[in-house]
């Protein structure tokens, strides 16, 4: 089951919400949202089920024994041994294929359970912060299958860390206010999968043979809308319905596209991943006291190989790594010197070809592609140019609505002109709403793209 099926959208959604309103009790709201978690899970997928419930109980008594050992050094070794065990799984599913390619073997025909990445993640957050200190381990099985499973955020995150979670388990009251603007965020996150990310995979994919330079920019430029608008739509989505049912998560997107270097890039899109690497990985190998290349490396190698099993991923994640590298040592006093719009320009053009390696297939039609963008035997062709014109209106309103100046001006409508701006919203947002609908209709709905990482 996804967010964008209307299945979800005027069923599931609204019978949980009912139950989870109407209960009589906190203890009954959880179980009912845990119940309700595996079978959102279990809709498309009714074997891996057993695999997430198997991660649950894994944890849960790994978490148990972490906190009741006191020899520091049988500390470790359970600790390690845990995450070993989340990894190998998480390996075996994603990476088998992949290191059997390597090796020249054949594969095996393996599908990838949705969210597993992101719920093993939550389970390594969860598992490293009882080996820290941070936080207790979790005494209630309930509360951590709610941290693990929880629908709102167990297909493509965010990935929420388990000490911002673990007092919001046991109470998480119905609340006016942060239900509304759930709803809201809901709403905001469709009107970006149906309306933009989806009619950018449409061009995305019409251009995908393109042989002129305009195709090819036109063909990076439509991924670079599509990709944002889709996940942080899906964030939006994801963090709206936790906020339906009580639970308060973090933004994981804030306006990418307005960066001014690659470091602030990062700073805003998919904020949880970068901080999950951030706290557990790059500052446990040392941060920036020491090794300082080798951290940065590893961790671009990291959240390359995260993506997926595929050497284009990897050669993304290093190309990250090495450009900030640069800004550390070499750019950035030059750009703080030079006005923001060199600088948001510089970010574009090396974010737009990092998504290039990204969306490609393989090494070779990444670089193929950047060939094409500045090859310029071939400006324009015929396809490129009816692509552009049919779809002129489309890109001016993504590259508008991916920046800051629709919510600075709905900010500033709502200061001045108060409760009349809030009824002319709400209505806005439900005529677009509606039209959300009938184009999830009438394109029997895509899937989002994190789905497949």
């Known amino acids: 089951m996804v ?4 299945i979800f959208i005027f069923c599931f959604l609204p019978i949980s919400v009912l139950l989870y309103r109407f209960l009589p009790s906190q203890f009954l709201k959880n179980i009912v949202l845990f119940v309700l978690s595996l079978l959102f899970y279990a ?43 989340n990894l190998l799984i998480l390996g075996a599913f994603k990476y088998t294929n992949f290191l059997l390619g390597i090796v020249g073997l054949e594969g095996f025909d393996i599908t990838l359970p949705v969210g597993l990445s992101f719920f093993t993640f939550s389970a390594l957050s969860y598992l490293a912060d009882v080996y ?23 297909t493509s995150g965010p990935i929420a860390f388990y000490h911002d979670m673990e007092h919001q388990f046991s109470y998480h009251p119905f609340q ?15 009107i970006k999968k149906a309306l933009l990310a989806d009619q950018f995979a449409l061009v995305f994919s019409s251009l995908s043979q393109n042989t002129s330079m305009l195709g090819a920019w036109l063909y990076a430029l439509s991924y670079m809308l599509e990709i944002y608008f889709d996940f942080s739509g899906y964030s939006d989505m994801a963090i709206g319905i936790s906020r339906m049912f009580g639970f308060d998560l973090k933004p994981n997107f804030d306006h990418p596209y307005v960066a001014v270097s690659v470091q602030d890039f990062w700073r805003r899109w998919h904020i949880s991943l970068s901080r999950w690497f951030r706290d557990y990985v790059y500052i446990p190998l040392g941060g920036n006291r020491h090794d300082y290349v080798r951290n940065i490396l590893i961790v671009w190698f990291l959240t390359g190989l995260w993506h997926g099993a ?9 190309y990250y790594g090495a450009f900030l590298l640069l800004e550390k040592f070499v750019l950035r006093p030059i750009l703080e010197k030079l006005p923001r719009i060199v600088g948001h320009l510089y970010t574009l053009v090396v974010v737009l070809i990092g998504w290039v390696f990204f969306c490609s297939p ?19 062709n015929t396809e490129a140019l009816f ?36 009824l002319a919203f709400t209505v806005l947002y439900l005529v677009f709403f509606g039209i959300s609908i009938a184009f999830v209709v009438g394109s029997t709905y895509q899937s989002f793209l994190y789905f497949a990482f």
Do not use: C
């Not at 509304?180 to 469709?190: E, M, Q, R, T």
């Not at 595929?310 to 290093?318: C, K, S, V």
């Open 3 to 6: 967010f964008n099926s209307l």
């Open 43 to 85: 809709w498309n997928e009714p074997y891996y089920v057993l695999l997430l419930l198997l991660s649950i109980a894994w944890n849960y008594i790994s978490g148990l024994q972490l906190m009741q050992e006191e020899d520091e050094r049988q500390r470790k070794i359970n600790f390690w041994l845990s995450v070993a065990v």
């Open 132 to 154: 820290k200190g941070t936080s207790p381990a979790q005494k209630n099985p309930l509360y951590l299958g709610l941290y693990i499973a929880f629908f709102g955020k167990i």
């Open 176 to 190: 006016k206010e942060m239900f509304y603007s759930g709803i809201l965020l809901f709403v905001k996150g469709l």
């Open 310 to 318: 595929n050497w284009t991923f990897i050669l993304w994640g290093l």
């Open 362 to 380: 393989s090494i070779m039609d990444a670089f193929g592609t950047i060939g094409r963008m500045f090859h310029f035997a071939e400006l324009v």
């Open 387 to 422: 692509v552009l014109t049919g779809h002129l209106v489309l890109f001016i309103i993504g590259i508008l609505l991916s920046g800051t100046l629709f919510d600075r001006i709905e900010e500033r409508l709502m200061q001045v002109k108060g409760n009349r701006m809030v």
